[in-house]
């Protein structure tokens, strides 16, 4: 059974930052893909950002260069910064391994103007 617990988010003014953390447990395949999604009100959830098991990274164009994704084995982390209010979305840790999704249960991040 793979769990994945997430923390961090919260409430912050645009320009300011924040740190998401997300750790896997269970069995896991070695090769996987971790990675960060975010949901907005009335809009599709949308990759943030990815880092494969080997290091390689994905980011969206939207948060290029204010967001790092970091991981240490199956500890993942996303640095926030330069928030915008359009970042204000739920955010999930993401688990893709063997050909399967796994989830996190979401944590809200909003971003005030």
């Known amino acids: 059974q793979v769990q994945l617990v997430e923390s961090g988010g919260g409430l912050v003014q645009a320009g300011g930052s924040l740190r998401l953390s997300c750790t896997a447990s269970?069995?896991?395949?070695?090769?996987?893909?971790m990675g960060w999604y975010r949901q907005a009100p009335g809009k599709q959830r949308e990759l943030v950002a990815s880092?494969?098991?080997?290091?390689s990274t994905n980011y969206a164009d939207s948060v290029k260069g204010r967001f790092t994704i970091a991981r240490d084995n199956n500890k993942m982390s996303l640095q926030m910064n330069s928030l915008k209010p359009e970042d204000t979305a739920v955010y999930y840790c993401?688990?893709?391994?063997?050909?399967?999704?796994?989830w996190g249960q979401g944590t809200q991040v909003t971003v005030s103007s």
């Open positions: 993401n688990l893709y391994v063997v050909m399967r999704d796994y």
């Open positions: 269970g069995s896991i395949f070695r090769t996987n893909t």
């Open positions: 880092v494969t098991s080997a290091g």
